[in-house]
């Protein structure tokens, strides 16, 4: 870093040696900064903004380390998956589904496959108009079956109840359109067991993964909460719910993506974990005690995160009572999920996730720096804040400035291209360290070719798409600001990965 700003100081002072004019010396004269020292300070800024940045997330590389080995030695001295064999406690596994047709059925078989003793599964049809319900029906031979069950938490209408005739471990609700959070609200309503499954219904899991993520309830009955690994399912092969074979996506967009959730889980999600200060759990794949979610008020409708924002709360509510408790990231229960492969789903997508975060932040602001708020309170809350909220503005407007500063030649090209060179090595840095975790712990992708496609992705995905994704993040907030109504938007799935589903003893 040093290198760094005696390259800048250089680079500025050439600068301001070819500049220097009476129209310098009149703004010196009068106490005021010259344009080039106006552009010299927000460049300061800029990069002091990326170091920080760039030196949070490596501290959260280095515990991610540490942690990582730690829970793969304690797995082997304990005998795992065998030390727990028969004491797993009873699970509700609950599919939210809205006009899923194309990939439900297999996402249902890879559930009935499941390493795991006791587990039903409720699918809940939110209003889809396609015809998810009638492949279900089709696939498990459903059957109406109206049922009491708690309305503790409100909910659209019901429309019908329905059981499996061949599974009897399977149960669907067909209700009117009312959200993700909605729909897993009515899953809670009707779910008998004590800890709930969250899956989206685009999802596979691989056949361990409940049995593992269940994991830290058993180590430590204050466990309120854990969340597993989410990978790409783009370019792997899936056969009649159980996946053959691990690949990387044919699509570029889906590769950059593969290189991102690699450095959200392995990298973010892993280091604050041992601090208990993990502020989401995917909503693709969670598992949370069902007590403590009826205790907060289950999922709120009202924003398009719930999945960060319910983490968030239970965090609030559990610090500020001063109750014990731990929401837990373990990292190789794996789900596998289809992400886009076309820049405007991609876009509504990553505008939705931020305008999410913007809601469980903001909502929930008491906790940053409260007396009570321990690690999540003083470290990661302040660091999502900081880094994630307001983290695009600072990057935008620095990328902006820098241009504009070029543009009017208040800024040099030598600085310029320090500046650049800084921010895309400070990111291609990051990249390169949750690869560098991946090889060194699970290595799924063992293809020598496929190693290095992920290393050429963790250094192209610099140059365009990380700013492209802070433009989205920008908007994101912009909307928030305003009170824009959030939409969801289409997801466009191929599921190519998927081959058809086949129904046991008929293939």
């Not at 250089?10 to 040696?17: E, I, P, S, Y």
């Not at 990380?466 to 824009?484: A, H, P």
Request: hydrophobic share 40%; glycine share 10%.
């Amino acid at each position: 870093m040093i290198d760094v700003v005696h390259a800048i100081r250089f680079a500025q002072g050439n600068a301001r040696t070819s500049r220097t004019g009476p129209n310098a010396s009149r703004f010196h004269a009068v106490g005021l900064m010259t344009p080039e020292d106006l552009f010299g300070f927000f460049q300061s800024g800029f990069l002091v903004y990326l170091a920080a940045l760039t030196g949070g997330y490596l501290t959260l590389n280095v515990i991610s380390i540490f942690s990582l080995r730690q829970y793969f030695n304690e797995r082997m001295n304990e005998g795992f998956p065998g030390a727990f064999t028969g004491y797993e406690p009873q699970i509700s596994i609950i599919v939210p589904a809205y006009n899923e047709a194309a990939t439900i059925a297999n996402s249902i078989r890879s559930l009935l496959q499941l390493n795991y003793s006791e587990y039903e599964i409720i699918i809940v049809s939110d209003g889809s108009t396609d015809n998810t319900v009638e492949v279900l029906r089709q696939e498990f031979g459903l059957k109406p079956f109206p049922e009491a069950y708690s309305h503790d938490l409100p909910t659209q209408p019901v429309r019908a109840t329905y059981h499996s005739s061949t599974y009897a471990n399977i149960r669907v609700i067909d209700k009117e359109n009312g959200g993700k959070a909605d729909s897993l609200n009515a899953g809670v309503n009707l779910s008998v067991y004590p800890l709930f499954c969250c899956i989206d219904a685009d999802s596979v899991l691989a056949q361990d993964s409940l049995y593992r993520v269940v994991q830290p309830f058993l180590l430590d009955h204050r466990t309120i909460a854990s969340g597993g690994t989410v990978r790409v399912a783009n370019g792997c092969s899936v056969e009649n719910g159980l996946l053959k074979r691990v690949g990387l996506p044919s699509s570029f967009l889906a590769l950059l993506q593969t290189v991102e959730y690699l450095r959200a889980f392995l990298s973010g999600r892993q280091g604050w974990s041992p601090l208990n200060a993990m502020l989401i759990i995917s909503g693709a794949f969670g598992v949370f005690r069902k007590e403590a979610v009826m205790k907060v008020g289950g999922y709120r409708t009202n924003t398009i995160g719930e999945d960060m924002e319910l983490v968030v709360r239970l965090h609030r509510y559990y610090r500020l009572n001063g109750l014990p408790y731990r929401i837990t990231y373990v990292p190789d229960p794996v789900c596998w999920t289809e992400v886009p492969e076309d820049l405007r789903t991609l876009r509504n997508q990553r505008i939705r996730w931020q305008r999410g975060l913007c809601d469980s932040l903001a909502g929930h602001f008491e906790l940053c720096c409260h007396r009570k708020g321990g690690p999540v309170g003083w470290l990661a809350f302040p660091f999502m804040v900081i880094f994630e909220w307001f983290g695009t503005v600072f990057e935008m407007g620095g990328y902006f400035l820098l241009l504009v500063g070029l543009m009017l030649g208040a800024v040099s090209w030598d600085v310029w291209l320090v500046c650049m060179a800084v921010a895309i090595g400070f990111g291609i840095t990051l990249s390169l360290s949750a690869l560098l975790m991946e090889e060194m712990t699970f290595h799924l992708y063992q293809r020598p070719s496929d190693f290095l496609k992920l290393l050429g992705a963790s250094v192209l995905e610099n140059f365009g798409y990380r700013q492209l994704n802070s433009y989205w993040k920008l908007i994101g907030l912009v909307r928030w600001l305003r009170g824009t109504k959030a939409e969801w938007g289409n997801m466009i799935r191929s599921a190519a990965w998927q081959s058809p589903s086949i129904p046991p003893g008929n293939g």
